[in-house]
């Protein structure tokens, strides 16, 4: 029996923000043939995402932001109907097309459906191969090519909704996780873990102190062999001693060395380390519970390479 699911939607496919952007729709079709050609698309539970609810949403942001977001999408579509613009722009690197709001209700949702297939036994763990992506949404602001925090999302689902005290968030994206601290800090029920290169985008994002906060700011062209004995020193201990009962990651994977987004020197072998270490974590405290969802990577072999080296290790293939 297929153990680790694999979530997905083609709506993630239809938001797009432009000709020639990085966060594009053949992001997903990379890692889908790379899944498929190496056999491990065969292993694992493949799902459709459902739609996320708007109280689903409203778990990570405010009521007016949602209702604002849904209302750009409708705008757009009257104004496209009169000739007018394809995109709404969010700032210069994050806009809208007319599929967006569907594609974030896609995205959410994977991240909700999972948490409950594996709070549910049905599976041990999952990835959600969706966007667009969500960790630097805010609550009441979207930015950086992210609309709503699907990680957020689903661990305060998995919070208030299964009844579980204690989620950890695990961030390896490049950037800094700054809407999913912006939401969860001071929140006692979530600790979240992240490294990140600094100085870089999004600036300050840093600077918070929150007690269940571990930031590992690292400077650009560190290699693996430095972010694992940063992840020894700073997120293992501090794992450790929270015992989560469930692990939610932002499963970014722009450090890779080939992603010229930054300028990190990750390789596959540390995806499968990282993954491995987080993996390790769940076994001990919290029954294997793991839902992953996709943020950024954006040299599209890398990437495939990379989402098939972390499934691998959360399908034990
Ligand atoms: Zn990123």
Not at 10 to 14: I, L, T
Not at 184 to 188: F, L, R
């Given at each position: 029996m297929n153990k680790t699911g694999y979530f997905s939607h083609?709506?993630?496919?239809?938001h797009e923000m432009g000709e020639g952007h990085p966060e594009c729709p053949q992001r997903l079709d990379a890692i889908d043939d790379r899944l498929l050609l190496t056999g491990v698309a065969d292993a694992l539970d493949q799902r459709e995402a459902p739609q996320a609810s708007i109280t689903d949403l409203e778990l990570a942001h405010g009521r007016m932001y949602v209702a604002s977001l849904r209302g750009l999408t409708d705008g757009l579509r009257d104004e496209m109907a009169a000739g007018g613009p394809t995109h709404a722009q969010i700032d210069p690197d994050t806009s809208l097309n007319v599929y967006t709001w569907d594609a974030t209700l896609r995205a959410a949702g994977a991240a909700v459906a999972a948490t409950d297939a594996v709070m549910a036994g049905e599976l041990v763990n999952a990835f959600c191969a969706t966007r667009?992506?969500?960790?630097?949404?805010c609550k009441d602001k979207a930015m950086g090519f992210c609309f709503v925090n699907n990680v957020v999302v689903a661990a305060r689902h998995a919070l208030?909704?299964?009844?579980?005290k204690r989620v950890a968030i695990v961030d390896f994206d490049v950037h800094h996780g700054n809407g999913t601290e912006n939401i969860?800090?001071?929140?006692?029920r979530i600790l979240m873990v992240s490294f990140f290169q600094h100085p870089f985008y999004p600036e300050g994002g840093s600077r918070s102190h929150a007690s269940n906060l571990v930031n590992v700011p690292v400077p650009a062209y560190t290699k693996g062999a430095e972010v694992r004995e940063l992840i020894v020193q700073h997120w293992l201990p501090r794992l450790e001693a929270y015992k989560p009962e469930m692990v939610f990651i932002s499963a970014g994977f722009d450090a890779h060395r080939e992603d010229d987004m930054a300028q990190m020197g990750l390789v596959e072998s540390d995806y499968a380390w990282i993954t491995a270490q987080i993996k390790a974590v769940a076994d001990r405290h919290a029954q294997g519970r793991i839902v992953s969802c996709l943020e950024g990577g954006y040299h599209l072999d890398a990437l495939a390479r990379s989402v098939e080296a972390h499934v691998r290790v959360l399908a034990d293939l």
């Open positions: 083609r709506d993630c496919r239809k667009p992506p969500g960790h630097h949404a208030e909704r299964h009844g579980l969860v800090a001071g929140d006692q």
